[in-house]
C-alpha cells in the first residue's frame, strides 16, 4: 500500500495518496511501524506541497524526524533530513536547506550504499548547483554514480550522469560533459531507454546553447520533441522548459521575433499550470527579446511587474537580475537620468541582500567570516608574543571587528560565491580594495588560477592597449615577440583593474567591446584571442559624477558591476582602529625581530581621534616609522613627536574635544546621560570606540553614570 501510495504521488494523483498514507499512518501507529510512520509523513509532505497547502508541510517533515530519531535508524533520520533540506531549497531558504543536508550527508557517512543514500546525495547536489558550488556538485554525483554501479539502480545511474553532465556543461567544461551525455545515450539504446534517452538528448543541446552554437543546438531540440512525440509526453513543464530553450537559440541567431513566439507559448504554459514564479522567469526573458526588437514600453511594463514580484519574495539574486535589466533598457533608450536611477535602485537592493544574509547570521557566513580574520580570532590574548608566519599576512586579510568590517567582508564572500560575475570595489586610497579583490579571488572557485592585478593609473597612455590586449612581434618598435596582454595572462582567474576611471575614453570601448565578446584582438594582430576571466575593478573617485561629466562610459560601468562593494575610509571604521594598531605592530615585531613595544593607553587615544587621510595604508606607515625611527620601548602619544619633525603636523589628530579636561569631562557625561548609560550607544555619539570611551570613564572616574555603575 506504502508503494501504490508512492505511485500514485510519481503520477500526481494527490488525493488518492493522501488517502492511502492517512489510513497507513493510523494503523502504523499502534504498531508503532517507524518505517512507515516515517515514510508516509514524508509522502504527505510531497502531496501537501503540490496541492498547494504548503502550511501542512512542515509538520509532516517534523513528526517524520520525531519518529525516525525514536526508530534510532540512521537511514530513516538522513532520508528526513534530505527531503527537509529539498523543502526548504523549494522556498528559497537556502541557509536553513544547507543546515538540514550537512546533517544527512553526515549521516551517511555511516551506511552502505543504497538507494537511500544515492537520492540523498543528489538532493545535496541540487542545493550546491542552485548556490553554484559546481565543484561539490560533482564530488556527491560521482559518489552517487559509483554507489549506482554497487547496487544496480540504472534509472537513477541515468538522472545522476545527466546532472553532471549539466554540472560540468556550468563549469564549461564542455568537453566532459558531451563524453558523458554520450555514454548516457549509448546506455540508453542498449537498453531501449527511450524516457531517458530524451533526458540526454535535451542535456546535449543545452550544452550546445551554453556553447553559442544556437544551429546545431535547434537541430538537437527538434530531436527531442521528435521523442517527446513517440513517448505522447504530456507533461507541461517539458514543454514549458523546451520553448525556453529554443527561444534562448533562436536570441543567440539574432532571430529576436522568433525567440519572443516561444517565450510566448512557454508563458501560457506556465499560465496554465499556476506556477507565477516560471512567469515571472519568462517574462524575464520576454523583456530582453522586447528591447532587441525595440518594444521598450511593453519591456518596461513587465520589468516592472518581475521587479514587483520578486521584492515582495525577496529574492534577491533575481531582483538583482531584473534591476539591472531595467538599468540597461533605459540605456539602450538614452535616458541615462533614469538608467542611473535604475541603477542606484539595483546598489539599494545589494546593501538589502547583505544585511539580510549578515541577519540570517548562519554558522556557514559565520564560518567564513571567521575564516576571513581567523588571526585576531586566535590571537586577542596572545598579542604579547610575536606572530608566527607573518611573512605576506598583511597582503591577505582585512582586519576588523566592527559592523562596517563584516559588512565589507561578508559583501565580498557574497561575491566570491558568484565566480563569472564582475565586481566593483569603491573606496578612498588606502582603505583596502586590492586586499579584497585577492579575498574574493582566493574565496572563488577560480582561486587555482592566476590574480593578476594592474594599475590603470600607471599605465602609459601610449601602451594601454598592448598592455591589456597584449602585441604580436614586430607591431611597433621594440616588440621583439608576441606578448599576452593582462586579459589573456588571467585566463581562468581574476583579473584586478586598479584605479580603472583613470582609464583613457578611447580605450574605454574596446575596453567593453573585450568584456562583452569575452575576446582580445593583440596590438598589431588580426586573429581574435578568447579569454575567460573575472574582471574585479576599483576607483576611489565618485564614478557617478564622471559618469554625469562623460568622462566614464555608463554601459561599461554597467559591464563592470554586477556586484558592487563600497569601502569606508578607516575614519568611519574607529572600533577596528585598535585591532589594526596591534596586528601592524605584530606584522613589524616578526619583521624587524625586534621586541614588542609596551603600548600606553595615550598612544591609543591619540591615533584613535586622527581623521587617517591616507586610511589604512597610513596607519601601517606610522607604525613602520616609529619601528624605525623610535629608540624606547615604550610607547605614549609623545613618541609621535619623532614623526611630526620630519612631517610638520603629520600625525597630529583633529581633537573632538577641547583639550581642557573639564570639558572633555562634561561632554562624556552629556552623552552617557543621552544614552542611558549604555556606553556602546555613548561612543557613537562621540564618535569614538567603545574602548577609548571605558579608558576615558576610568580615568576620569565617571562610572556612576554608566548603566553598570548605576
Known sequence: MYFKAKSLVALRNYDEAIQISTDLLGKSVVKKDYFILVKCNILLSRCYYYS?????????????????????????????????????LDIHDLNVAQEFMIKAVRLTKRLPASYTVITILSKAAALHHVQQKYDTVVLYLSTALKM?????????????????????????KYKLAEELIGKGIELCKQSKNISSLLLFTFDLATSKTCQGKPAEAIRIFDECMSIAQTLHIDNPRFFMDIYNNYAICYGQNNDHTKALEFLNKSFEIAEQIHSEEDCMHINTNKSHAMVNLGMYDAAEDLLQNVIAYHKKEQNFNVLLSAQSSMAMLHEKRKDYRKSLKAHKEVEKTYEKYIIHIMNENTAAVQQQVMEVSKYYQQNTSTLSRPSQGYQNRENLEFIGTGDAYRKVVNSALLAAQNPNANVFLMGESGTGKEIIAQMIHQKSLRRGFPFVPVNASAISANLVE????????????????????????????????????????????????????????????????????????????????????????????????????????????????????????????????????????????????????????????????????????????????????????????????????????????????????????????????????????????????TSKGK
Not at 57 to 71: D, F, G, I, R
Not at 150 to 168: H, K, M, P
Not at 622 to 646: G, K, M, Q, T, Y
Open 148 to 172: 549506482c554501479e554497487e547496487v544496480d539502480v540504472s534509472i537513477t545511474r541515468f538522472r545522476i550522469i545527466s546532472n553532471l553532465a549539466t554540472a560540468y556543461t556550468k563549469m564549461k
Open 466 to 705: 598592448s598592455e591589456l590586449f597584449g602585441h604580436v612581434k614586430g607591431a611597433f618598435t621594440g616588440a621583439i615577440s608576441d606578448t599576452n596582454g593582462f586579459f589573456v595572462q588571467a585566463n581562468k582567474g581574476t583579473l584586478f583593474l586598479d584605479e580603472i576611471t583613470e582609464m583613457p575614453l578611447e580605450i574605454q570601448v574596446k575596453l567593453l567591446r573585450a568584456i562583452e565578446s569575452r575576446k582580445v584582438t593583440p596590438v598589431g594582430g588580426t586573429k581574435e584571442v578568447s579569454f575567460d576571466c573575472r574582471i574585479v575593478s576599483s576607483t576611489n573617485r565618485n564614478i557617478y559624477e564622471l559618469i554625469q561629466l562623460s568622462e566614464f562610459r555608463l554601459d561599461l560601468f554597467h559591464r563592470l558591476n554586477p556586484l558592487e562593494i563600497y569601502i569606508p575610509p578607516l575614519r568611519n571604521r574607529r572600533e577596528d582602529i585598535e585591532i589594526l594598531i596591534h596586528h601592524f605592530i605584530d606584522l613589524y615585531t616578526y619583521e624587524t625581530k625586534r621586541a614588542k613595544p609596551q603600548i600606553d593607553a595615550s598612544f591609543l587615544d591619540y591615533l584613535q581621534n586622527y581623521e587617517f587621510p591616507g586610511n589604512v595604508r597610513e596607519l601601517k606607515n606610522i607604525i613602520e616609522r616609529l619601528f624605525i625611527l623610535a629608540n624606547s620601548n615604550h610607547w605614549d602619544a609623545n613618541v609621535f613627536s619623532l614623526i611630526n619633525s620630519h612631517h610638520g603636523d603629520y600625525g597630529r589628530p583633529a581633537p573632538i574635544f577641547v583639550e581642557k579636561q573639564e570639558n572633555e569631562t562634561e561632554a562624556i557625561i552629556k552623552a552617557l546621560i543621552k544614552a542611558g548609560g549604555k556606553q556602546k550607544n555613548a561612543a557613537k555619539l562621540l564618535n569614538m570606540s567603545e574602548s577609548t570611551l571605558t579608558r576615558r570613564i576610568e580615568k576620569y572616574h565617571l562610572q556612576d553614570y
Open 52 to 88: 498547494e497547502v504548503h502550511y501542512r508541510v512542515k509538520p509532516c517533515l517534523e513528526l517524520a524526524v520525531e519518529y525516525a530519531q525514536s526508530s534510532q535508524s540512521a537511514e530513516l533520520l538522513a532520508e528526513v533530513y534530505s527531503n527537509f533540506g529539498s523543502y526548504y
